[in-house]
């Protein structure tokens, strides 16, 4: 049966390879060379996460499928994939890649069918998560108008490069994740000094309007960029002079807020994610 894609469409290019190979770790293992180089089992991880197909049907160009889900597996567990993300942030930020204005957003992700049968204590599963990240008890998975959804809480920058995301079930507000999305931003410098994670300015939509959050990043000397609801505006002016002054509030540099949109359209391209 003929794959769902076409194989060798979006596989990495000798450039990309390049600049990701350094940040993978060092197998030092002796003995019989693999049959299947590195390059190849990332190629079949990446098909599969682009394409959604079961593991089962990644292409044999790849490599076993019990192989490329191994690896990908391990690695996932071990918290390589996150590494190697953060490294690619490094390596964009000391190049002046990274803009430091920050959008952010959330977006709604429909849960697979399959979903519905996930237990309620992951210790008991075949496979328990594990990992270097502990998984919600939740499984960041809960009822909306949608159903089963999951919703990711995303900030990027200009270049629609992901700084930081959170999940959570798909029932969450905006609003309370805004902290926490943007304090999971952790940028590492290519010498010495601490991770860069204050950005310059923070763009978001109204759902993201609150006194506590604006309060958050004036405390962290950070400007902000929010819709103010009209709501908030008609309670202020009711207020008359004890109501102060509106946040001030640039309409065209929040036009900028669409850098968080493409991003989000990027990942879920990606429909191993989306789905």
């Known amino acids: 049966m003929p794959s769902v894609a076409v194989p060798r469409r979006a596989d990495l290019t000798d450039a990309q390879w390049a600049q990701l190979a350094p940040l993978l770790p060092r197998v030092t293992k002796i003995g019989r060379p693999p049959k299947w180089t590195k390059r ?13 197909a079961p593991w089962r049907d990644v292409p044999d160009r ?17 918290g390589v994939w996150a590494q190697v993300l953060t490294g690619l942030q490094t ?24 979903a519905a049968g996930a237990r309620h204590h992951g210790n008991e599963q075949v496979e328990p998560p594990g990992g270097i990240e502990t998984e919600p008890a939740d499984h960041a998975l809960g009822r909306s108008r949608g159903g089963w ?22 029932q969450h507000g905006d609003r309370p994740q805004f902290a926490a999305v943007l304090d999971a931003i952790r940028v590492p410098r ?33 400007r902000a960029t ?50």
């Open 62 to 78: 790849y490599g076993p499928w019990q192989t490329v889900y191994g690896l990908f597996r391990r690695r996932q567990r071990d």
């Open 149 to 170: 959804t999951t919703k990711l809480h995303l900030a990027c920058e200009q270049h629609r490069r992901p700084l930081a995301l959170v999940l959570t079930a798909g």
């Open 190 to 222: 290519s010498g010495v000094g601490r991770a860069r994670s204050r950005p310059d300015r923070v763009l978001a939509d109204k759902a993201y309007s609150s006194r506590a959050n604006r309060s958050y990043l004036r405390r962290r000397g950070i």
């Open 40 to 52: 190849q089992l990332i190629d079949g991880i990446r098909w599969r996460i682009r394409v959604g």
């Open 91 to 114: 390596v964009a930020d000391a190049s002046g890649g990274i803009v430091w204005d920050v959008s952010v957003d959330s977006t709604i992700m429909r849960a697979h069918q399959h």
């Open 226 to 275: 929010i819709a103010i609801p009209s709501d908030q505006l008609s309670h202020r002016r009711n207020r008359g002079s004890g109501g102060g002054r509106p946040p001030a509030f640039d309409r065209d540099l929040h036009r900028q807020r669409h850098a968080v949109e493409a991003c989000q359209a990027q990942c879920t391209h990606n429909f191993a994610l989306a789905a």
